[in-house]
Each structure stands twice: as structure tokens, then as C-alpha cells.
């Protein structure tokens, strides 16, 4: 693999990890109702776990309440089971052919609690990060030891990858602050 062909698979790598950052932070509830709460629920249909996302409908009618709507009727008691298993902060309520989840509002405590895991989550998308430098580094070392490229070319795509570093845990610290105002927003 060619050397610029390696940074340019680390930057996909740096990238794929904001992504990653970002569907973690989507599923932290923030007070108010978000379909991506319910991103991780899979329900058991027709002999196979499926994302709630693909049999029903998700709604938000208002702040605090999420409904949920399948399309096959036959699912909803399967989902309620699922939707009772998560914590939500209430139990999911069948009314007809759909399930509304009136999510409570959030105190205090609740949203420091979550602060600090936005923190401990953009931290370790950093390590992650971090790890990625590590890896490509040590591949370009080991192309410059096998004389693939000069150790002028080292320091430059050496310097190269830093930067692509930085720009990754720069664009956490903004996810990661932009959460923190968002939790703290009442």
C-alpha cells in the first residue's frame, strides 16, 4: 500500500470514529423525546432480531412523548415487552394499535450524570483516535525501515498524520461541548 494511500485510510479510520461519536450521542436522552433513543431496541419478529426502526413507525407528537406505530399489529406486544426492558424513565402504555412512552422531565442530578458520561465518551473516541495515529506511524515507520520511503518523507507524513489528529479531537471537544450546553439546556 502506498504512503499516501495509508494517510488517506487514516483519515476514513478518524473519521468513521466522529460517526461513532455522534450515534453515541444521539442515543443519550436529553430531555427531550428523540426517535434515536429508541435506535437501540430490537425486537424479536418472526424468529429474528430486528431494529424497532424497521417495523414501525416512530413519532414524536410532542416534547416529552415518543410513539410508536407498527405495521404489522402483531408486533406490538413484542414491542412493549422490549420497550419495558429499557430504561426510559416510564413504562410504555398500549393505547389501541399504537405504544406512547411519556418520557419525565429530567432533574438536575440526571443531567450531571450525563455530562459526565458525554465526557467519558468523546475521552475514550480520543483514545481511539490517538490509537489510529499510533498504528499509521508505526506502518510508515516501518515503510521508511524497508526503504519504501526516505526519512524526510517520515517526518512529513509524520507531521501529516498529527495534524489529522488534532483536526479529529478538535472536532470532539466541539461535538462533545455542543452535548454538554444540550444536557444542560432546560
Not at 487514516?10 to 423525546?33: V, Y
Not at 428523540?34 to 424497532?52: A, E, F, M, R, W
Not at 518523507?153 to 498524520?161: A, V, Y
Amino acid at each position: 500500500m502506498a504512503v499516501s494511500d495509508l494517510i488517506n485510510q487514516c483519515e476514513k479510520d478518524m473519521s468513521l470514529k466522529i460517526e461513532k461519536l455522534k450515534t453515541e450521542f444521539n442515543s443519550l436522552r436529553t430531555g427531550r423525546a428523540n426517535p434515536q433513543l429508541l435506535d437501540s431496541v430490537y425486537v424479536d419478529y418472526y424468529g429474528s432480531k430486528v431494529p424497532l426502526k424497521q417495523i414501525a413507525a416512530i413519532s414524536v407528537p410532542d416534547a416529552r412523548t415518543l410513539e410508536i406505530k407498527p405495521w404489522d399489529k402483531t408486533a406490538l406486544d413484542e414491542i412493549e415487552v422490549e420497550l419495558k426492558k429499557i430504561d426510559l424513565g416510564s413504562i410504555p402504555q398500549k393505547q389501541g394499535d399504537i405504544i406512547r412512552v411519556n418520557l419525565p422531565p429530567m432533574n438536575e442530578e440526571q443531567r450531571k450524570k450525563l455530562v459526565k458520561v458525554v465526557a467519558q465518551i468523546a475521552e475514550d473516541i480520543r483514545v481511539e483516535i490517538r490509537n489510529i495515529r499510533r498504528d499509521y506511524i508505526e506502518k510508515i515507520k516501518k515503510a521508511q525501515k524497508n526503504s519504501e520511503i526516505s526519512e524526510d518523507d517520515l517526518k512529513r507524513h509524520e507531521q501529516n498524520i498529527q495534524k489529522l489528529t488534532d483536526k479529529y479531537i478538535e472536532n470532539v471537544n466541539q461535538i462533545s461541548q455542543a452535548k454538554e450546553k444540550e444536557l444542560l439546556t432546560i
